[in-house]
T-cell receptor
Framework: DSGVTQTPKHLITATGQRVTLRCSPR?????VYWYQQSLDQGLQFLIQ???????AKGNILERFSAQQFPDLHSELNLSSLELGDSALYFC?????????????FGQGTRLTVV | AQTVTQSQPEMSVQEAETVTLSCTYD???????LFWYKQPPSRQMILVIR??????QNATENRFSVNFQKAAKSFSLKISDSQLGDTAMYFC??????????FGEGTQLTVNP
């Protein structure tokens, strides 16, 4: 168990709909990252938050948005869903431990758009 | 911006043998962190090993070890005594503190019986 919790694990929804994916980072981790992984593809970086503020943005569509709340959990909102949005969405969190850094992943949310 | 390159899309090895996966990266920073992640067919992302750039000593975790060459910006993963359960996609990753975690394209490793 990495300590990063993602819900739901699986999600099936129709085109045009909107969904929210949730991520609870490990206790004490300030950074949260979102990644999209389509079948047989690498990890596409979407967005990073650090202590509530957006820190970096990757290839995130305008239909997608995210935020990190004061308790440090994060949500990724996907709207106007298309078939091509079907993918595994990962959340990761990281921290500095003394002079070391470590990053762990949640189990992912498998989104299927039908 | 940092980039990570894994030049071997696929590799295979016989059970009990040793295999090395390559990774190079590009950065102008001096303090950073490097990781290897394993993604088995279950698609869970599992941290295999990590290396702090300020440490000259190569990290080792049981059968997994790295060859970290800071000047060459190279970070290869060596798997000794390969096991069938090592079959997975392996991703090399770069982390700058407070910044994004950047991944390579991945190397699909198959361990053959």
């Amino acid at each position: 168990d990495s300590g990063v919790t993602q819900t739901p694990k699986h999600l099936i929804t129709a085109t045009g709909q909107r969904v929210t994916l949730r991520c609870s980072p490990r206790s004490g981790d300030l950074s949260v990252y979102w990644y999209q992984q389509s079948l047989d593809q690498g990890l596409q970086f979407l967005i990073q938050y650090y202590n509530g503020e957006e820190r970096a943005k990757g290839n995130i569509l305008e239909r997608f948005s995210a935020q990190q709340f004061p308790d440090l959990h994060s949500e990724l909102n996907l709207s106007s869903l298309e078939l091509g949005d079907s993918a595994l969405y990962f959340c990761a969190s990281s921290r500095m431990v003394g002079d070391r850094s470590e990053a762990f992943f949640g189990q992912g949310t498998r989104l299927t758009v039908v | 911006a940092q980039t990570v390159t894994q030049s071997q899309p696929e590799m295979s090895v016989q059970e009990a043998e040793t295999v090395t996966l390559s990774c190079t990266y590009d950065t102008s920073e001096n303090n950073y962190y490097l990781f290897w992640y394993k993604q088995p067919p279950s698609r869970q992302m599992i941290l295999v090993i990590r290396q702090e750039a300020y440490k000259q000593q190569n990290a080792t975790e049981n059968r997994f070890s790295v060859n970290f060459q800071k000047a060459a910006k190279s970070f290869s993963l060596k798997i000794s005594d390969s096991q069938l359960g090592d079959t997975a996609m392996y991703f090399c990753a770069f982390l700058l503190s407070g910044s994004r975690l950047t991944f390579g394209e991945g190397t699909q490793l198959t361990v053959n019986p």
